[in-house]
């Protein structure tokens, strides 16, 4: 399977944990030898003001982050690109989802899945969108951003017993028509993360779960890379949610 990858993603960019040195390196030492890396480029300042104000961009341009916010929003694009056609992962950072038009927290940026989406609306190449959000903190740049357009429908599961909440996940995605399935794919709900709730196991489902989705509408599905903060664990996690997402 491929996943987009650049070692510039590994950058010390800021103090935040999503920023912290070997965070990156431990999902990708995980992943090599196992998926084939794509390198992505920037996105350009055309695709980001498709979702963002001139005024946010500056704001970014002046935390001296905009460089590698531009890479990881072009990550994304590309991941949705390979997405319409075969499952796709993005090994990005800085995260997206709490980025909104004019404004971003959670060491956020840029609203990559955002960018991604209606970079392929505005070319024509979607007419539906379901994002699931299995971060443990609600995506609320992506609602802000996607959540009136019409096209998108953003789930994330809002339980706290493991059961339950694979359930309304499998639920969720068996009511979806929509041509391109999206992972907003946070892993810092793990057993052994900040959300203490998920086990590595239920990554592969999840993924799962969205590539039988994407089939059985005749569209494609991929997932970005959003929180997951312990090292030890999340490059096994995200391994096995790609290892869902890869037909087998």
Known sequence: MKVVYHEDYNEVYTSDPAASPGRIRAVESVLKGKVTFVEPKPATKEDILR???????????????????????????????????????????????????????????????????????????IKKAFILDFDLHFGDGNVNILGNKGYVTIYNPATQNRNEYLKKVEEALAETNADIIAASAGFDNHEADWGGLLKTEDYTFMGKLIRETAQRNHGGCFGILEGGYNHDVLGKNVLAFVEGLEEK
Request: hydrophobic share 45%; with cysteine; charged share 20%.
């Open 51 to 125: 979702v963002h104000t001139p005024e946010h961009i500056k704001s970014v341009e002046r935390e001296g982050v905009y460089d590698i916010a531009a890479l990881a929003a072009g990550g994304a694009i590309k991941a949705v690109e390979i997405g319409l056609t075969e499952p796709c992962f993005a090994l990005i950072r800085p995260p997206g989802h709490h980025a909104s038009a004019n404004s971003a927290w959670g060491f956020c940026y840029f609203n990559n899945m955002a960018i991604a989406l209606e970079k392929l609306k505005h070319q024509g190449k």
